[in-house]
């Protein structure tokens, strides 16, 4: 079976969340993504901007959870997937999926509960949630 490297930044950092949609998937911890920046457009997404990073969630996922990943994201409508670099804790350096949305024109917040969701991700993670913050703070 083949395993993949995915970068999470969004609800898919919650481990209830994930263990719904991908069962079987390994979180790896908190990882970090440079070169991009965390924006809401209602849902959480990524776009390229130097000098920046985003915290995320490093997942190994199977072939069977990355077809889940996929049609939970709408990919290739709504999110697109791409390979990316990714930095670990122990500063390992390794190559892993990661979704940006297609249409990347417009900042929007979130509701609520997915804002809940992705911060009991990051916590369970010991992800920084600062960023979340500072997205809302982006929007208004």
């Known amino acids: 079976m083949t395993t993949h490297l995915y970068f999470a930044y969004g609800?898919?950092?919650?481990?209830?969340?994930?263990?719904?949609?991908?069962?079987g998937a390994v979180s790896l911890?908190?990882?970090?993504?440079?070169?991009?920046?965390?924006?809401f457009r209602v849902h959480a997404d990524v776009e390229l901007a130097d000098y920046n990073t985003v915290n995320g969630v490093l997942w190994q996922v199977s072939?069977?959870?990355?077809d889940a990943l996929d049609q939970l994201?709408?990919?290739?409508?709504?999110?697109?997937?791409?390979?990316?670099?990714?930095?670990?804790?122990?500063?390992?350096?390794?190559?892993a999926w990661v979704y940006s949305m297609?249409?990347?024109?417009?900042?929007?917040?979130?509701?609520?509960g997915y804002l809940h969701l992705c911060t009991e991700g990051y916590i369970a993670h010991g992800v920084p949630t600062n960023q979340l913050t500072d997205a809302l703070n982006s929007v208004f």
């Not at 709408?74 to 500063?91: E, I, M």
């Open 11 to 23: 609800m898919n950092t919650h481990p209830e969340q994930m263990a719904k949609r991908c069962p």
């Open 29 to 39: 911890g908190a990882a970090y993504l440079h070169g991009y920046r965390f924006v």
């Open 63 to 66: 072939d069977d959870n990355l």
């Open 73 to 95: 994201e709408g990919f290739p409508s709504y999110y697109l997937r791409q390979r990316v670099w990714v930095t670990n804790d122990a500063d390992d350096r390794m190559v």
């Open 102 to 112: 297609a249409d990347q024109d417009y900042i929007q917040p979130p509701g609520s």
